[in-house]
């Protein structure tokens, strides 16, 4: 996928136009919050992925699948690889929009489990004593082709962050389109640094939005090795 960092910046300053697709809009709807904001960063990755039509999209951390769906719906040549464990108490309910997303559009390949070898390892022997690890199944899905698009909206902390960073980085084309979700300042609690450090050491081209998910400022990093 060939792209200019300014590309990305131009595109998220242009206007969007409503989309004509029921289920896109149901999932805006659901999103709206009672002020009636809803982030608008969910059609711009619709227009995203129309535009450069990447053979190879990577998300990472799920949720409902709502990204997942606008990024497939983009463009339908589009591989969207998501990946999430759904295993926490409370979780399930994510984990059926997931299935009704990846239900939807065929080209949604969803990889159940945590994100990497490292993290898996990790936790299975602490208080996350259940899951699986989708690291393998990613893989499978790639079946030796690159990473196009990544889409890093996991753990919002540093120290995981990194961990997903090494596992994917080189599974990753050149050039690649890196986004981050939540580059936020300070530290979770406990003394746990979030993303903004991983944000600060990426090196290369790269740049913050705040326009896209008010308060919460995105970072386009593109990749190259």
């Not at 995981?160 to 939540?182: E, G, T």
């Not at 081209?205 to 090795?225: I, R, V």
Request: proline share 4%; hydrophobic share 35%; net charge negative.
């Amino acid at each position: 996928m060939l792209f200019k960092i300014n590309d990305i910046k131009e595109m998220i300053s242009l206007d969007r136009q409503p989309l004509k697709n029921d289920f896109l809009n149901y999932r805006l709807e659901a999103m709206r919050n009672p002020q009636g904001y809803v982030a608008d960063y969910y059609r711009f990755f619709y227009e995203l992925t129309k535009k450069f039509k990447p053979p190879i999209l990577v998300e990472l951390g799920t949720w409902q699948g709502t990204s997942a769906a606008f990024f497939a719906a983009g463009c339908p040549d589009t591989k969207v690889i998501t990946v999430d464990h759904h295993s926490d108490p409370g979780d399930h309910a994510n984990h059926i929009k997931t299935l009704e997303a990846s239900n939807q559009y065929k080209n949604i390949k969803y990889c159940q489990g945590w994100t990497c070898d490292q993290l898996y390892n990790e936790e299975k022997d602490l208080h996350f004593q259940h899951g699986q690890n989708a690291y393998p199944k990613v893989l499978k899905e790639l079946n030796g082709e690159k990473i196009d698009v990544l889409f890093i909206d996991s753990w919002h902390r540093y120290d995981q962050a990194v961990k997903d960073w090494n596992a994917y980085r080189p599974l990753l084309n050149s050039p690649a389109l890196v986004i981050c979700d939540d580059i936020l300042f300070g530290t979770i609690g406990s003394g746990i640094e979030n993303m903004t450090r991983f944000w600060e050491e990426l090196e290369g081209e790269k740049f913050l939005d705040t326009s896209l998910h008010a308060g919460y400022p995105q970072g386009y990093y593109k990749y190259e090795n």
